[in-house]
């Protein structure tokens, strides 16, 4: 696909549509980011390991064209496979609108199955709202079809293939929607980021995900990628900072937990929260075909995990289905089976945190069932997790490295003169007291 570039006449006519009062603001770029044409007040949208489409302003539309097509995408390092995106991007990139545009979306097919797209929580006519064979015929393989919307809202939305729902979705044909407000509204917001969370059934050896799965998912993603593939999210300590969350799964809310802050729930899909009725929180739950967002000052530097609090959520494949193996003594047994089958040894005796380190040789294109080597020891999450990183200095956004702990605030081993001058006797603990009335 050609890139759309916005030209130097786009600039001319947002000059004029500014003073036709179609604009809050004078774009800041004139790059082609959707963000030079958002308000003043509104930062540019962070899509980790994810992508943004661009667009070009004519007669007052601004214009976009979505090609639907297999991608070749990498779910972390090591582990890829064949899915459906758009324009080359599993999920399709994320369409950043202002309330108030005229925007004209046209969809290209290269599938061999029709397809859709439904621009989920947008306020549009009926027949601009992609539902296969309700409110219009689906996109054949080779065919492009226009969708016009006059954007009536602000917020955070999706876009879906509602055409075979359980297969297009399962391979991956979604996006997110950002639509700024014209006016802008609450506190300033310093970094803005939107992650779309998905599940998989990608099994081991197969090269594409088989979507026909209907509880077994074994590969969850934030944008697409799975820990340790995720990209941190970067913010400089007192930022205020909001994070976008769009739920697409097939079957499975998704409560996304963040350590060292709590946070307010600030937007759904259906609008915004009146300040007055929002409530603080430390786990938002993102049911599936829904949007939350969530806003925090980023006070407390550090490396602060974000993750499903779903604990199968934060596995990656193989994680899942082992008999229990906890407290069995294999003693000679590895051995004898040894002669049967070379290299076997029994795993999880212990749980399985030490499996971010493969114990056998791995089979091709996978990833462990656990995450990465850490700063202070292994990562055993995976999955569907991810690391706000604050920091009180920052050159750029890049991953600024691990967090290095103040003296004094790092968890460590006790030492000896700690625990006398405690009372504490590791081999004597206290009992402890019943917490019942009775
Ligand atoms: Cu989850």
Request: glycine share 10%; aromatic share 6%; charged share 20%.
């Amino acid at each position: 696909m050609k890139p759309l570039k916005v030209s130097l006449d786009d600039v001319t006519r947002r000059a004029v549509l500014k003073g036709a009062g179609l604009l809050a603001a004078a774009p800041a770029a004139v790059a082609g980011s959707v963000a030079a044409a958002a308000p003043a007040s509104t930062s540019r949208v962070v899509v980790p390991n994810g992508t943004r489409a661009p667009w070009r302003l004519v007669n007052g539309w601004k214009v976009f064209h979505l090609v639907v097509e297999e991608v070749e995408h990498e779910f972390a390092p090591g582990l890829k496979a064949f899915t459906w995106g758009y324009n080359g991007s599993t999920h399709g990139p994320m369409l950043e609108w202002v309330e108030g545009d005229k925007v004209r979306v046209y969809v290209t097919n290269r599938l061999e199955a029709p397809t859709t797209v439904h621009w989920h929580g947008i306020l549009l006519p009926n027949g601009m709202d992609g539902v296969g064979g309700l409110t219009q015929a689906s996109i054949k393989k080779g065919e492009t079809f226009k969708y016009e919307i006059e954007v009536k809202q602000s917020g955070t939305f999706m876009y879906h293939s509602h055409h075979d729902e359980m297969t297009q979705m399962g391979m991956g044909l979604t996006g997110m929607i950002v639509v700024h407000p014209r006016v802008p509204r609450g506190p300033k917001v310093d970094r803005d980021f939107v992650l779309m969370l998905h599940e998989w059934r990608l099994d081991v050896g197969a090269s594409r995900p088989n979507p026909n799965e209907m509880t077994e998912f074994n590969l969850l993603t934030i944008n697409g990628r799975a820990f340790p593939g995720t990209e941190p999210l970067v913010v400089k300590t007192g930022q205020r900072v909001r994070i976008r969350l769009g739920n697409l799964s097939a079957m499975d809310h998704h409560p996304i937990h963040l350590h060292g802050y709590n946070f307010h729930i600030v937007e759904t899909d259906g609008g915004a929260i009146a300040a007055s009725a929002q409530w603080p929180e430390t786990t938002v739950l993102v049911p599936t075909g829904s949007t939350r967002t969530i806003e925090l000052v980023a006070n407390a530097p550090g490396d602060w995990a974000m993750h499903c609090h779903m604990t199968h959520h934060v596995m990656n494949q193989m994680g899942h289905g082992f008999p229990n193996m906890i407290g069995v003594q294999p003693g000679a047994l590895d051995e004898r089976v040894r002669k049967l089958l070379p290299g076997y040894m029994t795993m999880g005796q212990d749980g399985m945190g030490d499996m971010a380190v493969p114990h056998m040789p791995m089979p091709p294109n996978s990833i462990p069932m656990v995450g990465a080597q850490g700063k202070h020891d292994v990562i055993t999450m995976g999955g569907m997790f991810t690391v706000l990183k604050v920091r009180d200095r920052l050159e750029s956004y890049k991953d600024p490295g691990w967090y290095e702990n103040p003296r004094g605030t790092l968890a460590t081993v006790a030492e000896a003169a700690e625990l006398t001058r405690d009372g504490i006797d590791v081999e004597k603990p206290p009992k402890a007291e019943r917490g019942g009335d009775a």
